[in-house]
């Protein structure tokens, strides 16, 4: 059964620094590997979608990497600011229903 | 396209009530799935359907939980009698059938059971 953790649970970040969010998971036969953004009281907004085949995607200050063989994948954000602050939410994807970490929630101060 | 459209936004009621929750997927979508989020347990996924049809409902945690889907553009959750450990926020999301992990979410509705 696929298991996805998040660390470092939360994380508190200077404005315009560059920062970098953990992901691993236990299974790597996943077809991709996506990260969501959520807002407080909201729901989950997709950033990146990274296919089983591909080793990064990126958009904008954001680029996400997997690597499949380590069952790691990291979102990077560049240049942060206090509008990226929100809860930061990898899923894996494959012939299952997308699986869930917790979430890093992200704090960027002024 | 308006999106995956949740509705109560907000919803308090008892213990011992009825809830019903409901969701309008994406047009043309044919996956639908019901998840709950909680502090302790995060995201947990309830259950899916493809083409209107349950899939899998092993995360349904209890037989006071059910779910519908009668038409492709309509399913509901219920949860008949509720407790105050049900109270989390309940998303839907829908993708196509054919674009594995694309999911769209809704809104959620936040439950509070008193």
């Known amino acids: 059964k696929q298991e996805v953790t998040q660390i470092p649970a939360a994380l508190s970040v200077p404005e315009g620094e560059n920062l970098v969010l953990n992901c691993s998971f236990t299974?790597?036969?996943?077809?991709?590997l996506q990260w969501f953004r959520q807002d407080p009281g909201k729901g989950l907004t997709s950033l990146l979608l990274i296919q089983s085949s591909q080793r990064e995607q990126t958009s904008g200050r954001l680029n996400a990497s997997l690597d499949k063989s380590s069952g790691r994948s990291t979102l990077y954000i560049a240049a942060s600011q206090p509008g990226d602050s929100a809860t930061y939410l990898c899923?894996?994807?494959?012939?299952?229903?997308?699986?869930f970490g917790k979430g890093t929630r992200l704090s960027v101060i002024a | 396209d308006a999106g995956v459209i949740q509705s109560p936004r907000h919803e308090v009621t008892e213990m011992g009530q009825e809830v019903t929750l409901r969701c309008k997927p994406i047009s043309g979508h044919n996956s639908l799935f019901w998840y709950r989020q909680t502090m302790m347990r995060g995201l947990e996924l309830l259950i899916y359907?493809?083409?209107?049809?349950?899939?899998?409902d092993s995360g349904m945690p209890e037989d006071r939980f059910s779910a519908k889907m009668p038409n492709a553009s309509f399913s509901t959750l219920k949860i008949q009698p509720s407790e105050p450990r049900d109270s989390a926020v309940y998303f839907c999301a829908s993708r196509a059938l054919d674009r594995v992990g694309e999911q769209y979410f809704g809104p959620g509705t936040r439950l509070t059971v008193t």
């Open positions: 899923a894996s994807g494959g012939n299952t229903p997308l699986v």
């Open positions: 359907f493809n083409n209107n049809v349950p899939i899998d």
């Open positions: 299974d790597s036969a996943i077809y991709n």
